[in-house]
């Protein structure tokens, strides 16, 4: 078997007087007929080399029932009323309830007949009556918001468009909200995001008669998130600009509609989140000075009113509550998660005890809320919900899942290994307990390394079907994420990026080392940006590997910022229009590092039509590029999903399909 062939241009560009050849432009333009009829091609080749191995269908099988388990979200108020998600198993949406009366609020099932319209942002008014919500067709980024009556269950004729990257926040009347959206674009798939602006829609309006209330036509790159502060008295701007972890805070007075907007944080020097205020007192997590994370309070109108609360610590601070009159933090040591309780003025009080090593996420609520809950999960244990009394300290369980596996038949360990320059990176391996060290077990090395992006213990039914086919899974916390703070972010970014390759392929040979696999038996993935770091390692160490599997990935490094929101990674990449970026994006860019004649390894690349956040050119123009390059046997793959995007909103069905195809490939590969 043979992949179709793909056409070749002659295309050259002169970059920095450097020539660059890009055979496959053309595969830019996904609305083509030759691109269609690529993507075509290449479908039923790779759908032809699936069918043939007898696994797929057990795998299937398996992860369908492993899958259909009731899963619960973490519960949130409003207006009186107890909120949350359920899924009875296989829906291919998640469904909105009010809990306590087990009501239907809100069933994106019924969106589309394939679940590939999704429910993608929801805010409820303070009062309870009204759900502002957001709905993406086809995992696309764009949502349009719509605005149902909770009391009749009724939609209003409001519809506001072109939203993206924004949530809805509700003014004290409970009259309307403020989001923020992009102008309208010729090709919404492929078009640039670029001056973003801040509305305020008022109910029963029409869009075209949304209030702008704030905007920067100098400043095209610029986006705003607004949220309205608990007592209603603020509107509070956080001014971002593509993924720096950096922004901006403005305020507005609300009992004024024509209040000015002022200034909090005027300078692009760290990363500031408000957390709760009292009156004019507002307690924020910053990073200003403290790379770790701490906590500080600050007087509107004050500039000289800056104080620390909570210092900061050895650990990561991931996130602060502030609930009845608590400040509930959540920190990250060694990649997982603990939790401690503070007095508004910064006095440890307590830590709250979790059932063992793994990640938690929740503590929602209002400053003046007596408890609240959160949600616990490994890389064996389901997420699990508790309710936790803030005024007698007490955990109760909540909702825990039923999944038909054992989680006692397996061993969870974390190891620190040193990296090419002696840094040591940790790394969690999961798999069945009393196995041999012998190098023989069939290994999963996942990693993504970038945009502060911490990677904790997470559960994945995926994840139990591989680790029930003997299968050790292991997660390396290489730099380049948020594992350790921002210095450890900036240690795997733009001009350092090669420490985030280098940590994964040392990763992958201790694993090899150590006696869990050797590289025949060693599959590597990542998706996004993890998607551009197993495809860089292929290149750079492809004798080390028997399975690569870049999902959506950023792939050519000279051309990611001319498409939708690319040019938003350029503060963690680099420019590639600048000279000095340029040589060290081109000496990484797995599209570009390619060689021809090379024996490169089994690789299954994938991606979908509609993914708007990393095009699907990135893919096509890879699995072309190497497909042309291949110098061995092994298989080269690409998997184009349809009516799908980039991995949010995607339907149950479609994750079950395209899992058991990666594994069926994997499981084919390494044993062939």
Known sequence: MTPPPTRRENHTDFLHGIPVADPYRWLEDPHSPETQAWIAGQNQY??????????????????????????????????????????????NQNVLYELRGSQVILDPNTFSEDGTV????????????????????????????????????????????????????????NQGFYYSRYPAPENPLEAVN???????????????????????????????????????????????????????????????PDAPIQTLVGEWIAQYQILANQGRSCWIQTNHQAPQGKVVRVEL??????????????????????LNGQLVTRYLHDAHAQVKIFSPEGTWQRDLPLPGLGSVSGFGGKTTDTDTYFSFTNFVTPPTIYHYDLTTHTTTLFAQPQVDFDPTAYEVKQIFYPSRDGTAIPMFITHKKGIPLDGSHPTYLYGYGGFNIALTPSFSVGMLVWLEMGGIYAVANCRGGG????????????????????????AAETLIQQGYTCPKKLAIGGGSNGGLL???????????????????????????????????????????????????????????????????????????????????????????????????????????????????????????????????????????
């Open 46 to 91: 790779t759908e032809h080399f699936l069918a043939q191995i007898p696994q797929r269908r057990a795998i299937t099988e398996r992860l369908t029932q492993l899958w259909n388990y009731e899963r619960i979200g973490i519960p949130f108020r409003e207006g009186g009323k107890l909120f949350g998600f359920r899924n009875t198993g296989l829906q």
């Open 118 to 173: 999704a429910l993608t942002g929801i805010s409820v008014s303070k009062d309870g009556r009204w759900l502002a919500y957001g709905v993406s067709e086809g995992g696309s980024d764009w949502q349009t918001w719509r605005i149902r009556d909770l009391e009749s269950g009724e939609d209003l004729p409001d519809q506001i468009q072109w939203v993206k990257f924004s949530g809805a926040s509700w003014r004290p009347d």
């Open 194 to 256: 670029t001056h973003q602006k801040l509305y305020y829609h008022r109910l029963g309006s029409p869009q075209s008669a949304d209030r702008l209330i704030y905007e920067r036509p100098d400043q095209p790159t610029w986006g705003f998130s607004a949220e309205v502060s608990e007592d209603g008295q603020y509107l509070f701007i956080s001014v971002w600009q593509g993924t720096e972890n950096k922004n901006l805070l403005l305020y507005q007075e609300l009992g004024d």
């Open 301 to 322: 109108g004050d500039p000289d009113s800056w104080q620390e609360v909570i210092p900061e610590s050895k650990d990561t601070l991931e996130g602060v509550s502030y």
């Open 483 to 506: 594992e350790y703070g921002e210095t450890w972010h900036e240690a795997g970014m733009k001009h350092q990026k090669q420490n985030v390759f280098d940590d994964f392929i040392t």
């Open 534 to 672: 197993v495809a860089a390692c292929l290149t750079q160490r492809p004798d080390l590997f028997g399975a690569v599997l870049p999902a959506v990935g950023v792939l050519d490094m000279l051309r990611f910022h001319q498409f939708t929101i690319g040019w938003a990674w350029i503060s963690e990449y680099g420019d590639p229009d600048n000279p000095d970026d340029f040589s060290t994006l081109l000496s990484y860019s797995p599209l570009h590092r390619l060689q021809p004649g090379t024996p490169y390894p089994a690789t299954l690349i994938t991606t979908a039509d509609h993914d708007d956040r990393v095009v699907p050119a990135h893919s096509f123009k890879f699995a072309a590029a190497l497909q042309y390059a291949q110098g061995g046997t092994a298989p080269i793959l690409i998997r184009i999903d349809t009516r799908a995007g980039h991995g949010a909103g995607k339907p149950t069905s479609k994750h079950i399909a395209e899992i058991a195809d990666k594994w069926a490939f994997v499981w084919h590969v390494i044993h062939s």
